[in-house]
Antibody, heavy 117, light 114 residues
């Protein structure tokens, strides 16, 4: 079955750029939307944005100025870049599959990212 | 953005009893062209990612026990656990996917054993 795995640095310095990759295994990345969602410790879920396999993107308006997503269909991967990070960006970051017109049906295990000097 | 408001923030229910969680959206998530409510429910256990339980407000995801049910339409929705089991201890979130340019979650409801 399809599985997602996040990867990337667990520690990022303030003002730098957070970069994460999600690898899709057990199925094709094609014909789906793929999303990033984050969760600060002890808090709720925040949608960051989504990307279609064509490269079309939609971002959370509150993060839009700092977010860039990309997709590499040849590697079955999609990526997140969040610039100018602060401590408020410290969270567990999840990648998830978002079928067209449907809910988030498959999630990665999540990766903790801490913003600290 | 569509704001999702869940209530209560937490509840404690005896084993075998019913648990009811409410979710209200700031605007309707009912898509008139197909009469579907773009509302999902997720269960999140400690240290785990959220798991999809219910979509289209009332359709159970494959493999989800039938003690979980969703109901409601428009702006008011309910997740019911008909007979609480120990493994149901978790935080439950509702989420709207009507506005796909700004997907939003409720604040979560923590379910514990009384």
């Amino acid at each position: 079955q399809v599985q997602l795995q996040e990867s990337g640095p667990g520690l990022v310095k303030p003002s730098e750029t957070l970069s994460l990759t999600c690898t899709v295994s057990g199925g094709s990345i094609s014909s789906y939307y793929w999303s990033w969602i984050r969760q600060p410790a002890g808090k709720g879920l925040e949608w960051i944005g989504r990307i279609y396999t064509s490269g079309s993107t939609n971002y959370n308006p509150s993060l839009k100025s700092r977010v860039t997503m990309s997709v590499d269909t040849s590697k079955n991967q999609f990526s997140l870049k969040l610039s100018s990070v602060t401590a408020a960006d410290t969270a567990v970051y999840y990648c998830a599959r978002f079928p067209p017109g449907d809910a988030f049906d498959i999630w990665g295990q999540g990766t903790m990212v801490t913003v600290s000097s | 953005d569509i704001v999702m408001t869940q209530s209560p923030d937490s509840l404690a229910v005896s084993l075998g009893e019913r648990a009811t969680i409410n979710c209200k959206s700031s605007q309707s998530v009912l898509y008139s062209s197909n009469n579907k409510n773009y509302l999902a429910w997720y269960q999140q256990k400690p240290g785990q990612p959220p798991k999809l339980l219910i979509y289209w407000a009332s359709t159970r995801e494959s493999g989800v026990p039938d003690r979980f049910s969703g109901s409601g339409s428009g702006t008011d929705f309910t997740l019911t656990i008909s007979s609480l089991q120990a493994e149901d201890v978790a935080v439950y979130y509702c989420q709207q996917y009507y506005s796909t340019l700004a997907l939003t979650f409720g604040g979560g409801t923590k379910v514990e054993i009384k």
